[in-house]
């Protein structure tokens, strides 16, 4: 059973850092594309970074140059790492991995930016 299990949950003040990590268990993790969405109260759920099997990585616009996803395969980990962030990054967090068909969600995690 595919599990992922997101860490990292805080407040942070405007300007700090966070990373967030998900864990995964129970899929072959390399063979997955890991990303990281957010929604915020009101909103709907928007792609925050993915990263690809190769590594490749895509950022929302929003997020450009202030988030880093990356990975570890032998850990079976992906992380999130959210610098100079705003009052409006405040969201829940999720991991989601993607494979062919198969879509897998983890719980959510909240992040709040605020003074």
């Known amino acids: 059973q595919v599990q992922l299990v997101e860490s990292g949950v805080g407040v942070v003040q405007p300007g700090g850092s966070l990373r967030l990590s998900c864990a995964a268990s129970?899929?072959?993790?390399?063979?997955?594309?890991m990303g990281w969405y957010r929604q915020a109260p009101g909103k709907q759920r928007e792609l925050v970074a993915a990263?690809?099997?190769?590594?490749?990585?895509n950022y929302a616009d929003s997020v450009k140059g202030r988030f880093t996803i990356s990975r570890d395969n032998a850990k079976n980990t992906v992380y999130l790492q959210m610098n100079s962030l705003k009052p409006e990054d405040t969201a829940v967090y999720y991991c989601?991995?993607?494979?062919?068909?198969?879509?897998?969600w983890g719980q959510g995690t909240q992040v709040t930016v605020s003074s």
């Open positions: 989601n991995a993607k494979h062919n068909i198969y879509t897998y």
């Open positions: 129970g899929m072959t993790f390399s063979s997955y594309a």
């Open positions: 990263i690809g099997s190769i590594a490749s990585a």
